[in-house]
């Protein structure tokens, strides 16, 4: 009997065993004559035509930064290759490349993990049956690669010259019985590992293996041919014998699925995304006939649309594909977008877009929302899903928490309006054998809560830059099923295996709440110009729809959303988990800001060619908002005043010319007309340089002109608890990993303040509102220009800025300490709001050092709260009653170039004398968001409705074009609620819809009764 030490090197032999086999499974039988190169720096679609091409004789390298190397060749069967499956192998280095056969794509090569000397996809099966003198031709487009720094703090990757050797395109035979012991001994070998010391099954395997050791030659240099297949095939009968001992009942289960993660950029541009899912879903069809039992999931639709425009015919294959059941598009969505950052309607049409896709072109519904790789789950999504048809959720993200332990694995997700939608934690990024199988149901990432279900989803191939199952993985999964000593396996979609999981589930326990992912939060704030740029795109495209509603209404005319969907998807693409969140390569951010900031500026354009307008002495406003503002308004014009409204002209921090007004009433969804005249009225502000007093407050600055003391008139009451407010806070921001993604927990407290005043002045005090201009030095080389505005007629106090920004591993915010003493802090997310504890009693509370809020943040005790409302900042700390609004993050990879340059942000605090509501804190939000139109569309409004907590979201087009439009309803406030809807135009029906604009049930009246924080969709008919 041989010692513990002894048996694993006897293991060791035969795993080294193992690799020897691999290097002996393909043989070269002829090579591909001919062979040509042409080098572009175009990312083409179809094959080069020939005259593009010229000889390789003498050449020993390919390539350059950003080049796509096409190769062309031929081959020709010869009479000894007749009935033989033959494969190509290419011997040239490359990135990752696809392969075109006839002129059709194939398949891939060498996608983004590399491993060994042939990457992943190095040998793909050309043929199953070649016939004598059949001729082949090859066209290969190798990719050498661009500059892709590094997403590790400090550690920059460099490739040394984007060089790669010139090789051939060898023809090969595989040698089937050498892949049929090879796998059969791979499965062994892991199941050996997977199994507990003391298995029975185990102490078999392992006298199965000692057997083998004895019998195989281990070198076949030192043995004829004949003697070292016959030692193969003395012991192949024990490995079969091993591998035919079955399940017995009571084995947990696992579904299996291909999957190719796919990124629609992140280290790469779209452009390159293009061409990874053509190679990568082209090779999963040639999979799907090599295994017939193989099934893949392809989880955006975009990615789809890429392929129908692009590929024209692979698509025409997939769709056969998806017919067969073979290929399984469900997702539910256009793009993996990011669930935090991504404003409430366009995540409804992410879901639209998506499943329109779908059902146009494969007739199929998705019924699964597939997430794996997104930073964190929304509290809306639940009752979003479900309005677009969508019964269940996947993802693999929360088992990333950097501290505490998500602690389910399948459960029900309860949505902020009390929807439940199942979900399973699957798992992805890993292939299927014995140890991996155990190790996501029993081992390291255990199935939680083994009483409610023994069912895990792994979804496996390679993934984020493409690639998807390799051979080698569906070999293995052929082995496992039904395998004594591992979890009972089968292919199964991912429709069917939650349906299963649905119909089996024991007790699930109920998650109400966001899920939260303890890791990636600096993401709520890197690259402030793309967040900026995806809120001014929300609402200028909400502007458009409904100023396209209102004139189609206004004409009788069909709602056209045609000039719409090309600025919509620009915007819902850039909404991907890795391009919103600031995480790409430099070329994709800058792409992402032009693409999305031209969107912003062409739908301003449509609105403002759809709106009527006014006299040169007079001006226009729309209120492209659901109920009546009257907010101070400001302008950009020449004129002086205007009638019947305190009104005072100033420049902005950019030397525009502006207008402040008070007093102007604008009806929802409606205009009004001002005409010129002098700004009449008094400065009501009392100011003295280091203190200023404003109908509604009391303030003391410091020496930074910080406020360092803020008593409210009406109650007497001290406001600042901590820094004064507004005061700037740097730290160094070098995370332990993730650099553009993490900020740490022990950043926290390295925050200390910063801004060092170099001038201040008042720029303009009079009716309408006080404005100081002060300068402030972050640094050497930073430095933030502001405006303080102090309204006249509202306690709002606005801090419109600009912030020069020169830094590097460095993160700015801005403290906002109050005295308030409140449980828990509520946060704008998606259609309504989440409370949050403000406490960290527990590791739970103590891992959200950073959370998500959208246009406001709030803390409120019982009849006085003070809001802090912003236009692009969503990364916020809170701490008992202080709140830090986070406005820039220095990570430097993998985007080497930071966020550099000059941004521009405004952000506010608003005290109310009240609690918590409508009226106190969510309609200022809006206001401070959506800024009134330029242009007259009407002076009465659209459609009212007649409570302040129920928020008209969005009047958009149908999606199919005809005379009527869709009204996006909810209740912001969590409140049950009555409502009744008024037009100002004839209504021929109205119908309640879901989210996808089908109609379910007609509504006789105008009341419509909302649940809280429950969206309606309407049609309305005119």
Same mark, same amino acid.
């Given at each position: ?7 694993? $090197? ?44 010229? %000889? ?55 996608? @983004? ?126 490995? @079969? ?8 009942? %009571? ?45 893949? /999931? ?8 890429? #392929? ?24 539910? /969505? *256009? ?19 998506? $499943? ?124 496992? $099923? ?70 189609? /209404? ?45 969107? /912003? ?36 014009? %020449? ?65 930074? %002109? ?43 407290? @390295? ?45 709002? #106090? ?6 020069? *920004? ?115 804190? +969510? ?27 129920? +928020? ?8 199919? @074009?005809?005379?009527?439009? #869709? ?56």
């Amino acid at each position: 009997m041989l010692t513990v030490r002894g048996f694993e $090197q006897t293991r060791n032999k035969l795993s080294r065993f193992a690799d020897t086999l691999y290097a002996r499974l393909f043989t070269p039988v002829g090579q591909a004559e001919n062979l040509r190169i042409y080098e572009t720096k175009k990312p083409l679609h179809e094959i080069p035509g020939d005259e593009m091409f010229s %000889g390789i004789s003498g050449r020993e390298k390919w390539g350059g930064e950003g080049v796509y190397g096409w190769f062309k060749g031929e081959f020709t069967v010869p009479a000894e290759l007749d009935g033989k499956a033959l494969y190509l192998y290419p011997r040239m280095d490359a990135y990752e490349g696809t392969l075109w056969v006839n002129g059709r794509i194939h398949s891939n090569f060498a996608a @983004k993990f590399v491993e060994g000397s042939h990457g992943n996809h190095y040998c793909n099966r050309i043929t199953a049956c070649a016939k004598a003198g059949e001729t082949f031709s090859f066209a290969l487009e190798n990719y050498a690669f661009h500059d892709m720094p590094g997403t590790q703090p400090l550690f920059y990757e460099t490739f040394s010259s984007y060089l790669y050797k010139m090789g051939g395109m060898d023809i090969c035979v595989r040698d089937d019985e050498i892949l049929d012991f090879l796998f059969d001994l791979k499965t062994v070998l892991s199941l050996e590992k997977a199994l507990p010391d003391t298995s029975f099954r185990k102490a078999e395997i392992q006298n199965a293996m000692y057997t083998m050791h004895l019998n195989l030659f281990y070198d076949p240099a030192t043995c004829t041919k004949d003697e070292f297949y016959a030692g193969l095939r003395s012991v192949s009968p024990i490995l @079969k014998s091993v591998l035919s001992k079955q399940n017995g009942e %009571g084995a947990p289960f696992v579904g299996l699925i291909g999957h190719s993660h796919m990124d629609t950029a992140w280290l790469w541009p779209i452009l390159e995304t293009e061409k990874k899912c053509a190679r990568t879903y082209a090779n999963q069809l040639n999979l799907m006939d090599e295994y017939p039992e193989y099934k893949f /999931v392809q989880s955006s639709a975009y990615h789809g649309e890429m #392929i129908r425009k692009n590929n024209p015919d692979l698509f025409k294959r997939i769709q056969k594909a998806v017919a067969d059941g073979k290929y399984e598009p469900n997702g539910g /969505v *256009w793009v993996e977008c990011d669930c935090n950052l991504t404003g409430g309607e366009y995540m409804i049409r992410q879901f639209l877009w998506g $499943q329109r896709f779908t059902r146009k072109y494969f007739n199929y519904t998705s019924d699964c929302f597939w997430l794996p790789d997104t930073f964190g789950y929304s509290y809306a999504i639940p009752q979003i899903m479900k309005g677009c048809g969508v019964n269940y959720f996947l993802t693999t993200k929360m088992a990333w928490n950097d501290t505490n332990r998500f602690p389910y694995t399948s459960f029900y997700w309860q949505g902020i309006d009390g929807t439940r939608v199942l979900t399973h934690l699957n798992r992805t990024h890993i292939g299927p054998n014995p140890e991996t199988l155990h190790e996501i149901t029993d081992g390291t990432d255990a199935i939680m809560e083994k009483r409610v279900s023994d069912m895990r989803l792994l979804s496996f191939g390679r993934g984020d830059g493409g690639g998807g199952p390799e051979f080698e993985m569906l070999e293995m999964a052929r082995r496992l $099923q039904n395998l004594s000593g591992v979890p009972e396996s089968r292919y199964v979609t991912v429709s069917e295996f939650m349906k299963d999981l649905e119909s089996s589930i024991y007790d699930p326990s109920v998650y109400a709440g966001e899920m939260y992912l303890e890791l990636h939060r600096g993401t709520l704030t890197n690259q402030s110009e793309i967040k900026k740029n995806n809120r001014d795109c929300e609402i200028a495209i909400h502007d458009l729809e409904l100023v396209t509603v209102m004139d189609a /209404v206004k004409k009788g005319k069909a709602a056209d959303g045609e000039k719409i969907y090309p600025l919509l998807n620009d915007l819902l693409v850039r909404q991907f988990h890795d391009i919103l969140p600031g995480t790409c390569i430099h070329s994709v951010h800058e792409e992402a800001k032009r693409v999305v900031r031209n969107a /912003v500026l062409k739908a301003r354009e449509e609105t403002k060619a759809l709106t009527g307008k006014a006299e040169e002495n007079e001006i226009a406003l729309t209120n492209t908002l659901s109920f009546k503002r009257n907010d101070t308004l400001h302008i950009e014009c %020449g004129l002086s005043g205007v009638e019947n409204h305190a009104s005072q002209k100033y420049t902005d921090l950019f030397g525009k010319n502006r207008l402040a007004v008070s007093g102007v009433e604008i009806p929802a969804f409606a205009s009004v007309m001002l005409k010129a005249g002098t700004g009449a009225g008094e400065s009501p502000f009392v100011y003295d340089g280091n203190t200023i007093r404003t109908p509604f407050a009391e303030i003391v600055f410091d020496k930074n %002109g910080f406020i360092a003391s803020m008593k409210d008139l009406s109650n007497g009451r001290e406001l600042v608890g901590g820094l004064p407010f507004n005061t700037f806070l740097m730290a160094e921001d070098l995370p332990a990993a993730w650099d553009n993604w993490d900020i740490d927990a022990d950043e926290e407290e @390295k925050f200390a303040p910063a801004g060092e005043l170099v001038s201040r002045e008042v720029v303009s005090d009079g009716a309408v509102e006080m404005r100081i201009r002060s300068k402030y030095k972050l640094s050497e080389k930073s430095f933030i220009e502001q405006d303080m505005v102090f309204d006249a007629h509202s306690p709002l #106090i606005t801090f419109e800025t600009i912030i020069d *920004w020169q830094e590097e591993h460095r993160f700015l915010k801005t403290a906002f300490d109050t005295a308030l003493h409140a449980d828990g802090v509520r946060s704008e997310i998606q259609f309504g709001h989440i409370r949050r504890s403000n406490h960290r009693s527990t590791d739970v509370e103590k891992a959200r050092f950073e959370i998500c809020n959208h246009k406001y943040s709030d803390l409120s005790e019982l009849n006085y709260g003070l809001a802090l409302l912003n236009d692009s900042k969503y990364g916020l700390s809170v701490n008992e009653g202080s709140m830090r609004l986070s406005l820039h993050k220095g990570g430097m990879l993998p985007d080497s170039a930071g966020d550099k340059g000059r941004h521009y942000t405004r952000y506010a605090i608003l005290t109310h004398a009240e609690g918590f509501g409508a009226k106190s804190v +969510i309609q200022p939000a809006y206001a401070f968001n959506y800024l009134p139109v330029q242009g007259f569309m009407a002076d009465h409004p659209l459609v009212t409705v007649d409570k302040d907590n129920i +928020i008209i979201e969005s009047v958009k087009p149908m999606e199919d @074009k005809e005379n009527a439009y #869709i009204l996006r309803l909810y209740d912001a406030a969590g409140d049950y609620s009555k409502v009744n809807i008024s037009f100002g135009h004839e209504v021929k029906r109205m119908s309640v819809c879901n989210m996808l604009e089908e109609e379910k049930e007609a509504v006789l009246d105008s009341a419509l009764t909302f649940k809280p924080f429950e969206i309606k969709t309407i049609k309305v008919e005119y």
